[in-house]
């Protein structure tokens, strides 16, 4: 299964993307993820991309599109794949599309979370990721039970540098302008299904199950 997650930044694309993987056994591809990575790693993608990150805008679509390609093509991917913030614009939704037919694939279901932009503010100001596993937390939702540390693997919980008030403010910009636009884009191309990503994270998960085909 091919799998599209959109929505706005703190919809919970990561964590909803993170329980289909383990449901249907198939990877999460998160652009976001693979871009942090390389910049913690220092890489030449990494550089190129880290202004644009902390400045909220989109990193170029040349290098975004670049990365995806090589990742659909690699040997996991073939029993299929979760695409997590990618695409984020048109010319991506485009971009893929075309690589698609190249490949002979196609999207079985693009799924849209849909939350509204205060509740976002209180949870992207609110996060906290584990360097170590990766596991999230939030500080009024869903706090460690030890400060700053997280409760499976002791690791040290880390703010996003891009979770501050400003950079947020910019992301959401930046999602209305550039990625709201693929909800038509994918109400015509794929069928897209909405679902209202507010209340217990096993609640969002179901529903999004059942709306998969
Ligand atoms: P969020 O959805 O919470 O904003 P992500 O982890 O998906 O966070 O993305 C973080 C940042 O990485 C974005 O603000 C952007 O700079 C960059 N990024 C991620 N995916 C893409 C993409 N498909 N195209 C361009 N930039 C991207
Ligand atoms: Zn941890």
């Not at 919809?11 to 693979?34: C, H, N, V, W, Y």
């Not at 659909?72 to 991917?77: F, G, K, L, M, N």
Request: with cysteine; proline share 5%; hydrophobic share 35%.
């Amino acid at each position: 299964m091919r799998l599209i997650l959109l929505g706005p930044p703190g919809a919970g694309k990561g964590t909803q993307a993170k329980m289909l993987k383990e449901k249907f056994r198939i990877p999460q591809i998160s652009t976001g993820d693979i871009l942090r990575e390389a910049v913690k790693k220092n890489t030449g993608l990494g550089a190129r991309a880290k202004t644009f990150m902390d400045a909220g805008q989109l990193v170029p679509d040349d290098l975004v599109i670049s990365l995806i390609k090589e990742r659909i093509w690699q040997r996991d991917c073939e029993v299929g794949f979760i695409l997590d913030g990618f695409p984020r614009n048109i010319v991506q939704a485009e971009k893929l599309k075309e690589t698609l037919v190249e490949m002979n694939l196609v999207i079985n279901n693009v799924i849209n979370l849909e939350v509204d932009a205060e509740e976002i503010l209180e949870r992207l100001t609110g996060r906290s990721t584990c360097s170590d596993c990766g596991n999230m937390f939030h500080k009024v939702s869903h706090p460690p039970k030890t400060n700053g540390f997280c409760d499976s693997c002791g690791g040290k919980l880390e703010q996003r540098p891009d979770d501050n008030e400003v950079t947020i403010q910019e992301r959401l910009k930046v999602y209305e302008q550039s990625t709201v636009p693929l909800k038509e884009f994918y109400t015509k191309e794929e069928n897209l299904k909405t679902v209202k990503a507010k209340g217990p994270v096993e609640e969002i998960f179901s529903h999004v199950c059942q709306m998969i085909e």
